[in-house]
T-cell receptor, first 111, second 113 residues
Framework: QQPVQSPQAVILREGEDAVINCSSS?????VHWYRQKHGEAPVFLMI?????EQKGHEKISASFNEKKQQSSLYLTASQLSYSGTYFCGTESQGGSEKLVFGKGTKLTVNP | DSGVTQTPKHLITATGQRVTLRCSPR?????VYWYQQSLDQGLQFLIH???????AKGNILERFSAQQFPDLHSELNLSSLELGDSALYFC????????????FGDGTRLSIL
């Protein structure tokens, strides 16, 4: 079951904040976040395991709400370099042994 | 530079043909993953190998197969190609045994005419 990402697209001015959500209908074991710039390969941001932990990477952090089966990616004081498409990937509990990615959220940061 | 090498970068072929995509993982990484990325399907996990053994299968078609060799490089074989197989195929590698942090190669763009 593919996770649902929202919003599909967001446009920011430099310095503004954004939140990208990733929701699943299945009980999750982990959530993975990647950023892909146009014409480039995806780049790993972070992995969150069940337990509701929050992790950070530069000014980008994320949380995992196990009860809601939802993860949120927080981008604070956005920079031009944050532009790209953000994908969440989910592993379900119960040994599905698959990593299923959402359709992505396109983030554009303008000067 | 992620350290993951994929060849070729571009491949143009016809329907019904067979192609082989190659991936060399980062030094020290034992896991290799293959993904297909198309505009309408997004990033789709195909298959995962760890130290030569198949560990997980995603939505990989029966016409597709892969293997990881003793030197840890991997090949993805696509046969009886159809127009719908046109996509960007990524290989990624990781030190993890499961789905850990992955480093992606630049991809192979496959175009079926």
């Amino acid at each position: 079951q593919q996770p649902v990402q929202s919003p599909q697209a967001v446009i920011l001015r430099e310095g503004e904040d954004a939140v990208i959500n990733c929701s699943s209908s299945k009980a999750l074991y982990s959530v993975h976040w990647y950023r892909q710039k146009h014409g480039e390969a995806p780049v790993f941001l972070m992995i969150l395991l069940k337990g509701g932990e929050q992790k950070g990477h530069e000014k980008i952090s994320a949380s995992f709400n196990e009860k809601k089966q939802q993860s949120s990616l927080y981008l604070t004081a956005s920079q031009l370099s944050y532009s790209g498409t953000y994908f969440c990937g989910t592993e379900s509990q119960g040994g599905s042994e698959k990593l299923v990615f959402g359709k992505g959220t396109k983030l554009t940061v303008n000067p | 530079d992620s350290g993951v090498t994929q060849t070729p970068k571009h491949l143009i072929t016809a329907t019904g043909q067979r192609v082989t995509l190659r991936c060399s993982p980062r030094s020290g990484d034992l896991s290799v993953y293959w993904y297909q990325q198309s505009l309408d399907q997004g990033l789709q996990f195909l298959i995962h190998y760890y130290n030569g053994e198949e560990r997980a299968k995603g939505n990989i078609l029966e016409r597709f197969s892969a293997q990881q060799f003793p030197d840890l490089h991997s090949e993805l074989n696509l046969s009886s190609l159809e127009l719908g197989d046109s996509a960007l195929y990524f290989c990624a590698s990781s030190v993890a045994q499961g789905f850990g942090p992955q480093h992606f190669g630049d991809g192979t763009r496959l175009s079926i005419l």
